[in-house]
């Protein structure tokens, strides 16, 4: 199985902890050049210092705020180095019913997610075909295949995000372009904390309860660990992973109903 990423290089947004961190890692495990992209360029120095590397890769950083679309840009314009792998993902936005919504907080998190993801393929796309070989893998969430109740705009904007990458993946796989949605479920990240304890203090039922609940709804009987879905979303990237294309890959340990 031909997983060689030498050579490659992979820009990983939110990749100073998390999930995002977890890919980086795997990533320069399969010989990528990395470069980390974060809002905290103090923590992104300390991660660069512990990706792994084999003594010829050339690991980075950028320091970007997904938040500021005009800074967002003007940045992503000025980068200068070909990425053959590129990896969206981004915070989700804090939970709440649909109805309750403002509407600025879905156009926020729209421009947060799919405006930063097209802003970038722009940019980094031309370079892929060039080269003739290119992986764009969207961290989105399971909620792409059952929405989950509370989190209003996040289901909303994820299912457009997973959208938006079925209808490119049919527009540059003839270029040696595949692009993926991996579907992250409950996994142990400062997210799902934020999560737990936000649905905590809306139902009255300890974090330590909600946990066991969600558990009890995981066939594998566990919460998945970053690691996990970063080798998920490493194997995507890798040459091995040419003909998988279009696809919404659950990390769930079969939570979704859905085929």
């Known amino acids: 199985m031909n997983l060689d990423l030498k050579g490659k290089n992979a820009f990983i947004g939110g990749s100073s902890k998390g ?54 840009r003007g940045k992503i314009n000025k980068v200068t180095k070909t990425y053959h792998i590129l990896v969206n993902n981004t915070g989700g936005p804090t939970g709440g019913n649909v109805l309750d919504e403002p509407t600025e907080k879905f156009e926020q998190v729209f421009r947060q997610h799919l405006e930063t993801s097209q802003i970038l393929a722009q940019k980094f796309v031309p370079d892929m075909q060039e080269e003739g070989f ?82 009890k709804s995981i066939p594998t009987g566990k919460i998945a660990l970053p690691e996990e879905v970063g080798a998920a979303v490493a194997f995507l990237c890798s040459p091995a992973a040419a003909s998988i294309n279009g696809i919404n890959l659950p990390v769930d340990g079969g939570m979704s109903m859905s085929l």
């Open 19 to 72: 999930i995002g961190w977890a890919s980086a890692v795997e990533l320069a495990l399969l010989g990528a050049n990395v470069t980390l992209v974060s809002r905290n360029e103090d923590v992104l120095r300390e991660k660069l210092n512990q990706l792994p590397n084999n003594g010829s890769q050339n690991h980075d950083y950028l320091v970007l705020d997904y938040c500021d679309l005009e800074i967002f």
């Open 134 to 215: 290119g992986r764009i893998v969207n961290i989105i969430s399971v909620s792409v295949k059952q929405p989950i109740i509370g989190l209003g705009v996040s289901n909303t904007i994820r299912y457009a995000v997973a959208s938006w990458a079925k209808t490119l993946s049919k527009e540059i796989a003839s270029s040696g372009i595949t692009i993926n949605n991996v579907l992250p479920g409950y996994t142990l990240t400062d997210r799902m904390e934020e999560v737990f304890n936000q649905k905590a203090k809306s139902t009255g039922v300890s974090k330590e309860g909600i946990t066991q609940e969600i558990i």
